[in-house]
Nanobody
Framework: VQLQASGGGLVQAGGSLRLSCAAPRIILSEFRSYDMAWYRQAPGNQRELVAS???????IYADSVKGRFTISRDNARKTLSLQMNSLKDDDTAVYYCNFKRGLTSSWGQGTLVTVSS
């Protein structure tokens, strides 16, 4: 699955960004069959789960982003989103979207989020 992530950038602490991950080349029924997630990787750190949303919209957030980030999926537009509010320095990382179904796991190219204080 080809994934196109966008929306990263430079933002001041306390600001907001919205990340998107599009899958333009898959059909709608296939899009709906994927569990989806956002991960991030800061310099020198391992990639970590930020938030996930299942095919039936069960949602899990990392403790560090609860109350600040919102993950959503728009099946009609075949897009996964991550609304990030009240951004902190520690949120600086490359953010990756992930689609998973069974043993198949696809990654977007990563989008850089830099939070300045």
């Amino acid at each position: 699955v080809q994934l196109q992530a966008s929306g990263g950038g430079l933002v001041q602490a306390g600001g907001s960004l919205r990340l998107s991950c599009a899958a333009p080349r898959i059909i709608l029924s296939e899009f709906r069959s994927y569990d989806m997630a956002w991960y991030r990787q800061a310099p020198g750190n391992q990639r970590e789960l930020v938030a996930s949303i299942s095919t039936v919209s069960n949602i899990i957030y990392a403790d560090s982003v609860k109350g600040r980030f919102t993950i959503s999926r728009d099946n009609a537009r075949k897009t996964l989103s991550l609304q990030m509010n009240s951004l902190k320095d520690d949120d600086t990382a490359v953010y990756y979207c992930n689609f998973k179904r069974g043993l198949t796991s696809s990654w977007g190219q990563g989008t850089l989020v830099t939070v300045s204080s």
